[in-house]
């Protein structure tokens, strides 16, 4: 059975030249990057190349990138890292109804500790308005968390206006950027965000490594104690193999992104474009143009979104029904339901994010698979029948 992998979004494949880059670290290059010994020197010296390779990425400094073991860890020590400096207790901060899960639910501890949290609402096509910021904006507000592109829908937030709203009101700015990282030029120079976060595994590394970026000058309090690692912001022996991975990924990023990106958009286009040709009653989740290049949410009407998922599944198509870590939830995709998506509408919401090894004859096999398998559940819904006979 051929197999169609349409869910960059969730997890990327290994780049082959990851995948060679890390061998050395597999056998003779086992050593603590802690050690003081030729054993720790040689790894911690590749360790730090792979920093130095992250910051070349985004034009910061090497100083300004910490390690972690995740995107998920890099947004808890974002988040809680400022709600723990002195004389921060119990003030507020101000994100999104669409954040992931790694944003919302530290958010939602952090009120269970007596931390005020305002969600600002997003408009229909799931993007946050500037405005919506500005006005949620407290005398008391330390930091504006929100994400750069949205996991679900792909759509971009415009954080150069929400930053400058930020540091106007005299907050911090933190932008989880996992999915917009590689995708979409972040230049940290120019950006008005104080921390950003970003994840191995999205961009063609391995699971397990990811990071923050820490504007120079900027104290956070640790999450993580342990050890003086990653200078006393993130305790713990470091996950040499991630980090070595996630060097050579974003060095392989460096080189052709522009053209990458412009490839998965043509083809996403293509995708998107023949599916609303071929396949009637299709509704497009989020702006149309102000997304990921790689990335289209559609709601299937009339057709329950987990039996499509499966569906395509057994026909070798691997997608999404909303964010990998909400998976294991049965309820609706609550970003869609911050749009004001119709609920109905929603239950028929499937993700398809696009990227490296894709070609157009994935696209071609994959929009046949679709458009058969929408017809077969269509033709056991009540629903669609009686919409049917409506229209007629």
Not at 6 to 24: G, I, K, R
Not at 112 to 118: L, Y
Not at 120 to 142: C, F, L, Y
Not at 345 to 371: H, K, M, W
Request: proline residues 5%; negative net charge; aromatic residues 6%.
């Amino acid at each position: 059975m051929r197999r169609i992998y349409f869910d960059h979004n969730a997890s990327t494949p290994v780049h082959p030249d990851v995948a060679a880059a890390v061998q050395p670290f597999l056998g003779d290059l086992f050593g603590n990057p802690s050690s003081i010994h030729w054993a720790g020197r040689d790894v911690r010296k590749a360790m730090e190349d792979a920093r130095a390779e992250i910051a070349s990425f985004y034009g910061c400094r090497p100083l300004e990138v910490v390690l972690t073991s995740s995107g998920t860890e890099a947004d808890n020590l974002a988040v809680k890292g400022v709600a723990y400096r002195p004389g921060n207790a119990g003030k507020h901060i101000v994100t999104s109804q669409v954040e992931h899960p790694a944003i919302m639910n530290t958010c939602r501890f952090l009120e269970t500790q007596g931390f005020r949290v305002t969600y600002v609402p997003v408009n229909r096509h799931g993007i946050v308005e500037p405005d919506a910021v500005r006005g949620a904006m407290a005398k008391d507000t330390i930091l504006v968390s929100i994400m750069a592109a949205n996991n679900e829908t792909g759509c971009l937030m415009p954080i150069g206006e929400i930053g400058t709203i930020a540091r106007e009101a005299g907050a911090l700015m933190h932008t989880d950027a996992v999915q917009a990282t590689g995708k979409v030029p972040l230049a940290w120079e120019t950006l008005p965000v104080d921390l950003l976060t970003f994840s191995g595994h999205k961009v063609n590394g391995l699971k397990g490594a990811g990071g923050l970026l820490i504007r120079r000058g900027m104290e956070i309090e640790a999450v993580l104690h342990g050890g003086h690692q990653e200078r006393g912001r993130r305790g713990g022996t470091e996950n040499v193999v991630g980090i070595i991975a996630m060097g050579k990924a974003f060095s392989l990023l460096a080189g052709n992104m522009a053209e990458e990106a412009a490839e998965v958009r043509r083809l996403r286009d293509a995708f998107e474009r023949t599916l609303f040709t071929r396949i009637p009653d299709l509704v497009l989740n989020g702006h149309p143009t102000l997304r990921l290049p790689n990335t289209v949410n559609i709601s299937f009407r009339f057709v329950e979104g987990e039996a499509l998922l499966l569906n395509l599944d057994m026909m070798g198509i691997a997608c999404s029904s909303g964010s990998a870590c909400t998976s294991g939830s049965i309820e609706g995709s609550p970003v869609l339901a911050a749009m004001g998506a119709d609920p109905t509408d929603s239950q028929g919401a499937l993700r398809f994010s696009l990227g490296y090894g894709n070609t157009d004859d994935d696209v071609a096999y994959a929009v046949d698979a679709i458009e058969k398998v929408v017809d077969k559940l269509r033709a056991m819904s009540p629903l669609f029948h009686t919409q049917r006979a409506k229209v007629r």
